[in-house]
């Protein structure tokens, strides 16, 4: 893998990872232009996703510090008999809200592995996703604003963008756009919205991470892959930072249809290229 290459993958995985794109269709899009396979794409990976999770605690890390704090309290709570109080507590709710969805999630790739594996063999799944993205992203903008938050959420509310963030595994179908959607259609306010896609991205990164390392254990990387491999983590951390930035202001400000307009016109070309190039 050269220098360009880990930039370049770098870059995709930063700001895609975040802003409604799939970061995954993007990825497995430049691994074909790219030619990158076998050991170097899964060392790779597991080091992007490390990245981006660096970007995730560097934009909320007081959310995940007060998150974990309530963890312990809520154990104690719990052992000493006085129950959850989710009424009473929003960031304790948050955090149950949190784990709820990541569990849904969880469910649905252990099921689906084998079959989500395979999507990866083709660009024709990625194409069928991000026709789905961008649909997904149009009809969210025509949906009414919700104002609620915390407060008003319930457990139906997070087992629903659960199951957005577990179909968003399917390469070309990104997972922020798909758990945003998730959150606007059930009315949850823009921006709470957007706070808890990217809350939730955390676990879900994480758990994406460990499970992949396990194949990384078995993987040998090439001495002189090392500098390029580690540049490529640290400029998806950074532009993952940028574009959890960009998508916060995009979501109270501007449309989501722009985004539409790009994946489509992405899948377009990549048809045109496995139609007619390839």
Same mark, same amino acid.
């Given at each position: 893998?050269?220098?360009?290459?880990?930039?370049?993958?770098?870059l995709?995985?930063?700001?895609?990872?975040?802003?409604?794109?799939?970061?995954?269709?993007?990825?497995?899009?430049?691994?074909?232009? /790219?030619?990158?396979?076998?050991?170097? %794409?899964?060392?790779?990976?597991? =080091?992007?996703?490390?990245?981006?999770l660096?970007?995730v605690? *560097?934009m909320?890390?007081?959310d995940?510090?007060? =998150?974990? %704090?309530?963890? /312990?309290?809520?154990? #104690?709570?719990?052992?000493?008999? #006085?129950?959850?109080?989710l009424?009473?507590?929003?960031?304790?709710?948050?955090g149950i809200?949190?784990l709820?969805?990541?569990?849904?999630?969880?469910?649905i790739?252990?099921?689906?592995?084998?079959?989500?594996?395979s999507?990866?063999?083709?660009?024709?799944?990625?194409?069928?996703?991000l026709?789905?993205?961008?649909?997904?992203?149009?009809?969210?903008?025509?949906i009414?604003?919700?104002?609620?938050? @915390?407060?008003? $959420?319930?457990?139906?509310?997070?087992i629903?963008?659960?199951?957005?963030q577990?179909?968003a595994? @399917?390469?070309? @179908?990104?997972?922020s756009?798909?758990t945003?959607?998730?959150?606007?259609?059930? #009315?949850?306010?823009?921006?709470?919205?957007?706070?808890?896609?990217?809350?939730?991205s955390?676990?879900?990164?994480?758990?994406?991470? %460990?499970?992949?390392?396990?194949?990384?254990?078995?993987?040998s990387?090439?001495v002189?892959?090392?500098?390029?491999i580690?540049?490529?983590? $640290?400029?998806?951390?950074?532009s993952?930072? *940028?574009?959890?930035?960009a998508?916060?202001?995009?979501?109270?400000?501007?449309?989501?249809?722009y985004?539409?307009?790009?994946?489509?016109?992405i899948?377009?070309?990549l048809t045109?290229? =496995?139609? /007619?190039? #390839?």
């Open positions: 893998m050269t220098y360009l290459e880990a930039i370049v993958l770098g995709i995985q930063g700001l895609t990872e975040f802003l409604p794109v799939s970061s995954s269709g993007h990825l497995t899009i430049l691994q074909t232009l /790219f030619n990158i396979s076998g050991d170097k %794409v899964i060392i790779f990976t597991v =080091l992007l996703h490390v990245g981006t660096i970007s605690m *560097f909320y890390w007081r995940l510090l007060e =998150l974990i %704090v309530e963890l /312990f309290v809520t154990i #104690k709570d719990l052992v000493t008999g #006085k129950g959850l109080k009424n009473e507590k929003p960031v304790r709710k948050l809200m949190i709820v969805t990541t569990l849904v999630t969880a469910v790739g252990l099921l689906f592995e084998d079959l989500f594996v999507f990866y063999a083709s660009l024709v799944p990625v194409i069928i996703g026709v789905i993205t961008g649909t997904l992203l149009w009809v969210s903008e025509s009414e604003t919700g104002k609620r938050d @915390i407060k008003q $959420m319930n457990f139906r509310n997070a629903y963008i659960g199951v957005m577990g179909i595994i @399917i390469p070309g @179908i990104s997972r756009g798909a945003l959607v998730g959150g606007l259609t059930t #009315k949850l306010d823009r921006a709470f919205a957007v706070k808890y896609a990217f809350l939730i955390f676990p879900a990164i994480l758990g994406s991470a %460990v499970l992949e390392m396990g194949n990384m254990m078995d993987s990387i090439a002189g892959s090392v500098g390029p580690v540049l490529g983590m $640290m400029i998806a951390a950074i993952g930072i *940028f574009a959890i930035k998508m916060i202001a995009i979501v109270s400000k501007y449309s989501l249809k985004f539409s307009i790009y994946v489509w016109t899948s377009i070309l045109i290229y =496995l139609l /007619f190039i #390839k």
